[in-house]
C-alpha cells in the first residue's frame, strides 16, 4: 500500500541555494549613449559649432584633433570660452566673453537641431550586429541621449533600425544633462531593470561618468583608438575590430564586473 507524503513544513523553492554556477545577476539589458551608436560629437556637434562661428563672423574652425581634447570639459559654453580665449577674441570683459560664448551655443543648437538628421551619420563598426543579436537574445535595449527627442528618436531609428530600442531617454525627460546620472536612471526605471542587470555602452566621458554613478558596468567606445580607462569593464575603437564584439562578449563583462563587487556570502 502506498504511503501519503509527507509535507515538511518550511521548505520552498526560495529556500533552496542557488545551483552552482547559476547567474543570479543576468544580463537583460544593454543601455547605451548617443554616442557610443555614431561619432555625434565629431561629425555633428563639431560641424554645428564650425557653421556657428562662422554665423557671428569668426574665421577658424574646430579640427577633429582639437574638439576631442575640447571634450575634456564637459561644459559647452566652457569649451567656446577656452577657444574664445585661446584665438585671443576681444571682448572688454569676461562677462562678455561668456555672453558671446553663449550666443554661439545657443545658434549651434539650433543649427544642430536642423542639419543632424542630413549629417549621413554612420553607425559605428559592428554596432548594428551587436543590437540585433542583443534584440535576438531578449536583452532589452535603451538609449539615453542629450538632445531633443525630435531629432534623437529619427537619428536611432536611422542609426539600428525601427522597433529594437525598447526605450530612449532624451533632454525632454531630465532635469540635469550627463554626466548626472539622471539619464541612466530614467532609463532602467522606464525598463523596469535594476542597474546590477544591465551594462552600460558610452562614447563620451561624461557617458562613462554618468553610468559609472549609476551603478552600471560599463563599456566605453573611443571611436579613436582605446587608452587606459580604469573605471570602465572594457575599451574599444568600436564593436568590430579584431574581434566582434558580441552578446556573449557582454555577459561576461557584466558577470566579472559584478563577480568582482559582490559581498562575500556569509559563512
Not at 17 to 25: F, H, I, L, M
Request: glycine residues 8%; aromatic residues 6%; contains cysteine.
Amino acid at each position: 500500500m502506498t504511503q501519503p507524503k509527507t509535507w515538511r513544513a518550511g521548505r520552498f523553492w526560495w529556500d533552496c541555494n542557488s545551483p552552482v554556477g547559476a547567474d543570479v545577476n543576468p544580463l537583460r539589458a544593454l543601455v547605451f549613449d548617443l554616442d557610443a551608436l555614431a561619432d555625434v560629437e565629431c561629425e555633428g556637434h563639431r560641424v554645428a559649432y564650425n557653421a556657428a562661428f562662422a554665423a557671428h563672423g569668426l574665421n577658424f574652425e574646430w579640427s577633429v584633433t582639437r574638439y576631442r581634447k575640447l571634450l575634456a570639459l564637459t561644459d559647452e559654453r566652457q569649451r567656446i570660452t577656452a577657444e574664445l580665449r585661446k584665438r585671443g577674441v576681444s571682448t572688454e570683459s569676461d562677462v562678455l566673453t561668456k555672453l558671446l560664448a553663449d550666443d554661439i551655443y545657443t545658434t549651434k543648437t539650433m543649427m544642430l537641431d536642423e542639419m543632424i538628421l542630413d549629417a549621413d551619420l554612420t553607425p559605428r563598426p559592428g554596432l548594428v550586429d551587436l543590437v540585433m543579436e542583443a534584440f535576438t537574445a531578449g536583452v532589452v535595449v535603451s538609449v539615453v541621449a542629450g538632445g531633443q527627442r525630435s531629432w534623437v528618436e529619427p537619428l536611432v531609428r536611422q542609426l539600428v533600425g525601427d522597433g529594437v530600442v525598447e526605450t530612449v531617454v532624451t533632454a525632454d525627460d531630465v532635469k540635469k544633462p550627463m554626466p548626472d546620472p539622471e539619464a541612466f536612471r530614467t532609463a532602467l526605471w522606464e525598463l523596469g531593470i535594476p542597474a546590477e542587470n544591465a551594462l552600460a555602452v558610452t562614447g563620451s566621458a561624461s557617458g562613462l561618468r554618468a553610468a559609472t554613478s549609476t551603478g552600471l558596468a560599463t563599456a566605453v567606445i573611443t571611436g579613436d583608438g582605446a587608452p587606459d580607462i580604469p573605471a570602465a569593464v572594457a575599451v574599444r575603437p568600436d564593436y568590430a575590430g579584431g574581434e566582434r564584439m558580441r552578446i556573449a562578449d557582454c555577459r561576461r563583462l557584466h558577470g566579472r564586473w559584478y563577480a568582482a563587487r559582490k559581498p562575500a556570502d556569509a559563512a
